[in-house]
């Protein structure tokens, strides 16, 4: 570190840390002021000791812009994205923005599109590794995660890289990677709850999921993974802490329910019409919100969520119930015009029993879940 600093001779003692260095994080500020050089006997019979007196002193250029500059590239990621579909490339976007580099794999040739968004496309996954990246960011669908996974030649990467995933369940690529990487890698396993439909504007307040697998003790891996998450703080997302099987459950109540519902809507083809109202308009957001996503990934959610199956399940019965709360109801009309008074108090409309809860098993359609005295 002695080339950043300049040598004058002094008898007076060392000046407090250099202020010019508080815009350098510690590491840099400690290396700076650690240069102390053997004493010297200068003409005058004096002890005289080299010491760094400053940083700023006429250099051939300017090493404190060059250490700022070092720092800054020493909090930037080399992060390579496996699925450079979609999704991989609204990532890489942001990933590009804020400085980081990034590198992309798909099966796909991606080549040009990668080139344009500033990040460099290696069709050969032995090739990207050996560019040893700091992450490795999962981005494939969820149904061919764990043969990409497997496909990975983890010997050429870095021993303890970092593993993220994005993909939209959680227990699933959590079990694989554990399952696949050996201990030495750091597993994160993460879920941005937006796309590039939703999110296309900002990611501001929008739910980042992340569950802190596996990161060795090291201030370096903890520092990368902090990074790394860094990157959605600083776009503004709402970071939530929670388990990939706590995120599970709560996915598919709400995200798969939504999915479900989107592709529903997308199958009657509605269109928007001169006198749309408010709640219309949130159904042809949705079906465009949902219907842009490809299939793969809205069977992932069916298929790699344990919780899913149910969901479907209860959205059945509900259906079922409103229907025969419906009908029941014009059943009860039909019934006065044709019998009038004769029934009055013989005859009950049929109720609606609530739905049980998220969660509860749920019992044969046949059942009396939903009690229907009358019929
Ligand atoms: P997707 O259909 O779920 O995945 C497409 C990606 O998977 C492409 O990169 C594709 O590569 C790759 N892929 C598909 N089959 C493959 C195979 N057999 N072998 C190797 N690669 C294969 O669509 P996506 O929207 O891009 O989503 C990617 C991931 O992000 C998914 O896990 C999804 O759950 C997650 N995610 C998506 C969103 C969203 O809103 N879209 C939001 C959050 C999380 P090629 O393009 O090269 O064929």
Redesign the pocket.
């Known amino acids: 570190m002695s080339s950043f600093s300049s040598l004058q001779p002094t008898t007076t003692p060392p000046p407090p840390a250099a202020t010019r260095t508080s815009l350098l994080p510690y590491h840099c500020a400690h290396q700076l002021s650690f240069s102390s050089f053997p004493a010297q006997r200068l003409h005058s019979g004096r002890r005289h000791r080299f010491r760094v007196r400053a940083i700023d002193a006429a250099q051939p250029y300017d090493y404190e812009a060059h250490l700022v500059n070092r720092f800054t590239q020493s909090t930037k990621l080399k992060i390579a994205i496996v ?6 490339q609204f990532l890489a976007k942001a990933f590009v923005r804020q400085g980081h580099t990034v590198y992309a794999h ?3 040739n991606y080549q040009s599109i990668a080139q344009s968004l500033g990040a460099a496309f290696f069709s050969d996954l032995h090739d990207l590794c050996e560019q040893h990246p700091d992450v490795i960011l999962i ?4 149904i ?1 995660t764990e ?2 996974l497997r496909a990975m030649p983890l010997q050429r990467l870095r021993r303890n890289t970092l593993f993220v995933d ?3 369940v959680k227990e699933f690529p959590k079990n694989i990677f554990i399952q696949h990487l050996p201990n030495h890698f750091d597993i994160l396993c993460t ?2 709850m ?3 439909e939703s999110g296309k504007h900002s990611w501001q307040n929008l739910p980042f999921v992340f569950d802190k697998v596996r990161i060795g003790d090291e201030e370096s891996r903890v520092a990368r993974v902090e990074a790394f998450l860094d990157i959605f703080k600083k776009e503004g997302c709402t970071m939530v802490e929670m388990t990939c099987a706590e995120h599970d459950k709560y996915a598919a109540g709400s995200q798969f329910i939504t999915h479900t519902m989107g592709r529903i809507l997308e199958k009657l083809e509605l269109e928007s019409t001169p006198i749309n109202t408010k709640g219309y308009e949130t159904l042809l957001n949705l079906v465009e919100n949902t219907a842009s ?2 299939f ?2 809205y069977y ?1 959610l069916f298929m790699y969520n344990k919780n899913a199956m149910e969901q479907l399940e209860r959205l059945d019965l509900a259906f079922e119930a409103l229907k025969k709360e419906l009908f029941g109801h014009l059943h009860e009309v039909l019934r006065k015009q044709l019998f009038g008074k004769a029934e009055e108090g013989g005859f009950r409309r049929p109720m609606l029993a609530k739905l049980p809860k998220n969660g509860t098993p749920l019992l044969p359609p046949q059942s009396e879940t939903l009690s229907n005295k009358s019929n």
């Open positions: 699925g450079f579909g979609n999704f991989g798909s099966r796909s981005c494939t669908s969820i061919s043969s990409v994005v993909l939209s879920h941005p937006f796309g590039p996503d490809s793969d990934l992932g």
